[in-house]
């Protein structure tokens, strides 16, 4: 199974928006909504951010969305701040019962 | 509050097998469902390795799966991954991980191995 292929970077100024794409097939995030986004800080482990698609975690911040169309899914952040930089990857349950990861994404603010 | 410590040797030989274990405390490891191995090579993503139920129905990713062996012990409440044949791709920090409906809710810290003679 690939990898879904995700942008390698994504920047924005604090207050602005950004949306990172993660794009699959029909045998992972185009056939189920299970797709999950996860974030994480240098040296530090991943923290879960969203789940199906696109529902948070208690304790996550409401400026984070998910969505999907498709097969690509996709994490909002909205009004962005110097704590949400760090690396996001997508990951969605697949047809051979397992799961995939996306290539990650660096987030920068500027 | 559940949390994950994995643990086990830092260095392991090529073509040797990588042995790593996850001790759940604060909970029990019956609470969820489903425990995952991840793992992610140093400056790269992350790769799912497999998954085990708790009574011990296991769930491998297809690329390693002729590696991986993953087993549950509820008396020590803990779950082990052992990954034979390891080569220097096989070099990463390893998660141990609770499932949570289709996505990971808690991570152990991770734990490096590095395969190297």
């Known amino acids: 199974q690939s990898a879904l292929t995700q942008p390698a970077s994504v920047s924005g100024s604090p207050g602005q928006s950004i949306t990172i794409s993660c794009t699959g097939t029909?045998?992972?995030?185009?056939?189920?909504?299970?797709v999950s986004w996860y974030q994480q800080h240098p040296g530090k482990a991943p923290k879960l951010m969203i789940y199906?698609?696109?529902n948070r975690p208690s304790g996550v911040s409401d400026r984070f969305s998910g969505s999907k169309s498709g097969n690509t899914a996709s994490l909002t952040i909205s009004g962005l701040q110097a704590e949400d930089e760090a690396d996001y990857y997508c990951?969605?349950?697949?047809?051979?019962?397992?799961?995939?990861f996306g290539t990650g994404t660096k987030v920068t603010v500027l | 509050q559940v949390q994950l410590q994995e643990s086990g040797p830092g260095l392991v030989k090529p073509s040797g097998t990588l042995s790593l274990t996850c001790a759940v405390s604060?909970?029990?490891?019956?609470?969820?469902?489903?425990w995952s191995w991840v793992r992610q090579p140093p400056g790269k993503g992350l790769e799912w390795i497999g998954q085990?139920?708790?009574?011990?129905?296991?769930n491998y990713n297809p690329s390693l799966k002729n590696r991986v062996t993953i087993s549950v012990d509820k008396s020590e409440n803990q779950l082990s991954l052992k990954l034979s044949s390891v080569t220097a791709a096989d070099t990463a920090i390893y998660y141990c991980?609770?499932?949570w409906g289709k996505g990971f809710n808690m991570w152990g810290q991770g734990t490096m191995v590095i395969v190297s003679s």
């Open positions: 604060g909970g029990s490891i019956s609470s969820s469902n489903w």
């Open positions: 029909t045998s992972d995030v185009g056939g189920y909504n299970f």
């Open positions: 990951s969605s349950y697949t047809n051979t019962i397992s799961y995939v």
């Open positions: 085990i139920y708790q009574s011990g129905g296991t």
């Open positions: 199906d698609v696109s």
């Open positions: 991980a609770r499932n």
